[in-house]
């Protein structure tokens, strides 16, 4: 799609997906990953320019910034992003901590860029009936509600040790609290604030 174009920030499994995904829809995507030994994207996604920084991507004129490197960078490097023109969709959690977020909404408000955190199970079937039964009141009055959920962290990235993950690494922004954070999403978008 002429004159549309993804930068991907962040070239882990999430990163790998969307640009994939935005590769299949026709968008023109690029790289921005800090270099390290793993393998980059050539071998998987040949021609896909890769930049280092996003101040080297800035030339390539990027529309969107998907935000998926580690948790505790998602706030300094979408305002990064916003700097350079990009609208920004951040991989959830928005951080690990508040420090910039103030900034980074007002950042994108002042520039009229858009920026959102991916909570893709607002899409999920399921879970767009209950909510439309919800806000019906078709299922009488709320009163209380319990979501569960869980991983194996060993299962979760085989080819990793889990060890190294952001998600096991509190340092990184990882823990369950925040990995996990699609549950709580889902709770307070269907039953409304807590009281």
């Known amino acids: 799609m002429a004159g549309f174009r993804i930068l991907v920030v962040g070239l882990g499994s999430i990163g790998r997906r969307h640009l994939r995904n935005a590769r ?7 790289v921005c990953r800090r270099p390290t ?3 980059g994207p050539d071998h998987e996604f040949p ?4 930049f280092s920084g996003l101040g080297e991507a800035k030339a390539w004129r990027p529309d969107i910034a998907i935000i998926a490197n580690v948790t505790s960078a998602h706030v300094a490097v979408a305002r990064r ?8 969709l951040i991989e959830k959690p928005l951080s690990n901590d508040l420090v910039g977020a103030d900034d980074l909404d007002r950042a994108s408000r002042d520039a009229q860029l858009r ?3 991916a909570c893709n199970f607002r899409f999920h079937p399921a879970l767009c009936a209950i909510k439309r039964e919800v806000d ?13 959920a869980g991983t194996y962290l060993p299962d979760w990235h085989p080819q990793a040790n889990y060890r190294d993950e952001f998600s096991a690494r509190k340092d990184l922004g990882g823990g369950a609290a925040l990995t996990l ?8 978008w269907i039953a409304g604030d807590v009281s």
Not at 81 to 88: K, L, Q, T, Y
Not at 181 to 188: A, K, L, P, Q, T
């Open 81 to 88: 992003a916003v700097d350079i023109g990009c609208h920004v």
């Open 181 to 188: 954070i699609h549950e709580m999403d889902y709770v307070y």
């Open 24 to 30: 299949s829809l026709g968008y023109d995507v690029a």
């Open 47 to 50: 021609g896909v320019p890769v």
């Open 136 to 148: 019906a009141g078709t299922t009488g009055r709320l009163c209380s509600v319990r979501a569960e």
């Open 115 to 117: 920026a959102g955190i």
């Open 37 to 39: 030994s793993q393998p």
